[in-house]
């Protein structure tokens, strides 16, 4: 196996040219702010509602795995169907699905019909249903913005998500289901009812872009993926998985985040107990802890320009590393409520600097036709430890100790750094640009190689 594959340059979709672009950064992320917004709100009401229910710690946790475990369990199938499907319209469905499992469950609360089943198979429902659009959306970017304008419109895109998803909805989310459930899981609904009519908006043309019939496979290692069913299927995942392994930079970024992923689900698995416990807080001083990853990120979002100019995209990632190496760190060594949210806050700014950068570079390297299936072989990679980062800090902190399990993850994070040094180079960076060859190429390129050079 290669150690890189040959280079396929991408193909625009045609939406790339006849779209308003605009516009479409503008509908993405309000868009994104909206549904965000509601799987935050969500993320907190499932788990009380178990609660409201009578249901163990076991069970309630267990809702929560619902809404993460199908990123383990069919994020793959759902790149191919990104690839094979209108990218617009899967995410339009995806919402609605949303919307209908978020009226059931109102339904549900309102009848006096709710029990744990109904949460989970709600969870299941809406987490596979954010499987699909998160893989399209990240697929439609490409051909909705662009290259010269894509760094910027991914910075607001991740910003958004960290602020909705980690700051706002949550702390929405407690507010409402304060007042009433009802409330919560109304006002969930139509944030989903609101994302379906925004992406809607979305100028272009959002289908998956194919390879030239005359263009022989053998030119990029690459198999036909015209055969339908299982085979079809399966041929199509291992053509994105294939293109993913034989990249080293992108499958280096892959890996990495894999680990730095289980260490924020140990994070956001032990801070609860660690909160009260260790630091003694109340409910709100731990919410604030929490919303310091909010904070973070968005600071992230704001400076994602700056910081790539003065030190370089490759340091910007490599924030990343650094942040997450604080977050769980410094709750091992010194349990102090402000160093942990200052921590915190260096984890959210390092992950969404991350997200900006590390999405331009692979929407520069991989091809309109396999951006699904990347996309949702690299999620699988980074959001599937979720709950195995989650279910390995409970058992290390239930053994040794709260302390001692984010000592674990501090050291794991740190051994991160050789690797990610010898092969995130300004080299890999300029090679990144090499094969972008679109009409807005130039810029980028230059961008990059300046930024890439910055070491």
């Known amino acids: 196996?290669?150690?890189?594959?040959?280079?396929?340059?991408?193909?625009?979709?045609?939406?790339?040219?006849?779209?308003?672009?605009?516009?479409?950064?503008?509908?993405?992320?309000?868009?994104?702010?909206?549904?965000?917004?509601?799987?935050?709100?969500?993320?907190?009401?499932?788990?009380?509602?178990?609660?409201?229910?009578?249901?163990?710690?076991?069970?309630?946790?267990?809702?929560?795995?619902?809404?993460?475990?199908?990123?383990?369990?069919?994020?793959?199938?759902?790149?191919?169907?990104?690839?094979?499907?209108?990218?617009?319209?899967?995410?339009?469905?995806?919402?609605?699905?949303?919307?209908?499992?978020?009226?059931?469950?109102?339904?549900?609360?309102?009848?006096?019909?709710?029990?744990?089943?109904?949460?989970?198979?709600?969870?299941?429902?809406?987490?596979?249903?954010?499987?699909?659009?998160?893989?399209?959306?990240?697929?439609?970017?490409p051909a909705a913005v662009p290259r010269r304008r894509r760094a910027r419109a991914n910075a607001w895109i991740a910003g958004t998500e960290t602020l909705a998803n980690e700051f706002c909805g949550p702390a929405v989310g407690g507010l409402l289901v304060g007042v009433g459930a009802s409330l919560a899981l109304g006002s969930s609904a139509a944030a989903f009812a609101a994302g379906a009519v925004l992406i809607a908006l979305l100028a272009g043309s959002f289908r998956p872009a194919r390879r030239n019939a005359a263009e022989p496979a053998s030119q990029t290692g690459s198999v036909p993926t015209t055969r339908r069913g299982t085979a079809g299927m399966l041929a199509e995942i291992g053509e994105g998985l294939r293109f993913l392994w034989r990249d080293r930079l992108l499958r280096t970024l892959s890996l990495t985040i894999t680990v730095l992923a289980g260490a924020w689900s140990a994070w956001l698995a032990l801070m609860p107990s660690y909160a009260t416990a260790v630091l003694e807080t109340d409910p709100r001083g731990y919410g604030l802890l929490i919303s310091a990853i909010g904070l973070g990120g968005l600071a992230g979002a704001g400076t994602t320009a700056v910081v790539n100019r003065l030190l370089g995209v490759r340091w910007a990632l490599f924030a990343d590393l650094v942040g997450t190496f604080l977050m769980v760190v410094v709750p091992a060594i010194l349990p102090v409520a402000w160093a942990v949210g200052v921590a915190a806050f260096a984890g959210g700014m390092g992950g969404t600097l991350w997200s900006v950068n590390s999405r331009t570079i692979a929407q520069a390297l991989v091809p309109d036709r396999l951006l699904g299936r990347y996309g949702s072989a690299a999620r699988l990679l980074g959001w599937g430890t979720l709950p195995l980062g989650a279910a390995l800090a409970g058992v290390l902190a239930e053994v040794f100790g709260l302390r001692f399990a984010f000592g674990v993850f501090a050291v794991v994070v740190a051994a991160l750094t050789v690797p990610f040094l010898r092969v995130v180079t300004p080299a890999e960076l300029r090679r990144a640009t090499e094969s972008d060859t679109g009409e807005d190429s130039d810029a980028d390129h230059e961008n990059i190689r300046q930024n890439g050079n910055r070491i």
């Open 1 to 141: 196996m290669s150690e890189t594959p040959v280079s396929e340059p991408p193909i625009t979709s045609p939406g790339a040219e006849r779209s308003r672009p605009g516009r479409n950064e503008v509908v993405l992320v309000a868009f994104t702010a909206m549904t965000n917004l509601a799987d935050g709100v969500l993320k907190i009401t499932l788990p009380l509602l178990a609660v409201g229910l009578g249901g163990s710690a076991g069970q309630v946790a267990g809702v929560g795995l619902t809404l993460t475990l199908p990123w383990l369990l069919v994020s793959l199938p759902v790149g191919v169907l990104a690839d094979r499907a209108d990218r617009r319209r899967l995410i339009i469905v995806a919402d609605l699905v949303r919307l209908a499992a978020a009226l059931a469950l109102l339904a549900a609360a309102s009848s006096g019909g709710l029990s744990l089943a109904v949460l989970y198979a709600a969870g299941l429902v809406i987490g596979v249903a954010e499987v699909v659009a998160n893989t399209a959306t990240g697929a439609v970017v």
